[in-house]
């Protein structure tokens, strides 16, 4: 049975991932930050004996040293860096640039999907597959930043974050790993939401999940820039 940890799988994208590797018949190991707060997690756990929940928060170092000191024993197939924070819109506007939601989010979704990259490379080296994925987005693109303004944060730390898994790509190829950068595409999820965006192209998480899922099984090693229609996206 191949094994995948998800990261912030308690709502949107990361409970639907949850969903379709369950149904596929992987052992998935799901994160939240406050498992007890996630009714739709423990539901899914229910039904499946091969879903096992851990707290997790990715932004904190000692509950990511917990976590692999609990699996310290488990190979792991793919590493799937879901956990993403869009952070307070209005502080992240030029008008405001609030240092503090700056600091919030590049920990979240910069440091931290490197720092479990990093301790839990035994544990990928391990399984079979050797993955680890980060869930990127559309607004990290430089190529197509010009198109409008606003969330400062988000798009610097989604651009961070690519270019972090471009660099680990070159110090671990040649160990066997691939590491995949995904978009979803501008999913109805709570994030989209908070984000403000009312335009044209939003999809639901199962159609992106399932694209998305796609790619993980044909990843390569060049750590490109993939959206969820199979497009590489500009960076």
């Known amino acids: 049975m191949p094994v995948i940890l998800i990261t912030g799988a308690n709502r949107g994208l990361g409970l639907e991932f949850v969903k379709q590797y369950a149904e596929r018949g992987w052992r998935v190991i799901a994160t939240a930050r406050e498992p007890a707060s996630a009714p739709e997690l423990a539901a899914l756990a229910a039904a499946h004996p091969s879903l096992h929940i851990e707290k997790l928060d990715v932004g904190n170092h000692e509950e990511i040293a917990a976590l692999t000191a609990r699996l310290a024993d488990q190979p792991i197939d793919i590493l799937l860096n879901n956990a993403g924070w869009l952070g307070d819109i209005r502080k992240q506007t030029f008008a405001e640039l609030d ?122 090693q060049e750590a490109e820039m993939i959206l969820y229609t199979g497009d590489k996206l500009p960076w």
């Open 99 to 220: 240092y503090a939601t700056f600091e919030e989010v590049l920990r979240i979704n910069t440091y931290g999907p490197l720092a479990m990259a990093r301790a839990f490379m035994p544990n990928v080296l391990a399984g079979e597959q050797k993955k680890i994925v980060v869930i990127t987005s559309g607004l990290s693109s430089l190529a197509n930043t010009a198109r409008f303004g606003n969330l400062f944060y988000y798009r610097i730390s989604k651009a961070g974050v690519n270019m972090a898994m471009r660099t680990l790509q070159a110090e671990v190829r040649e160990r066997g790993v691939k590491v995949g950068i995904l978009a979803p595409g501008m999913v109805d999820t709570r994030l989209l939401r908070q984000s403000g965006y009312e335009g044209p192209g939003v999809i639901q998480a199962p159609q992106s999940v399932a694209a998305v899922i796609g790619h993980i099984e044909r990843l390569g």
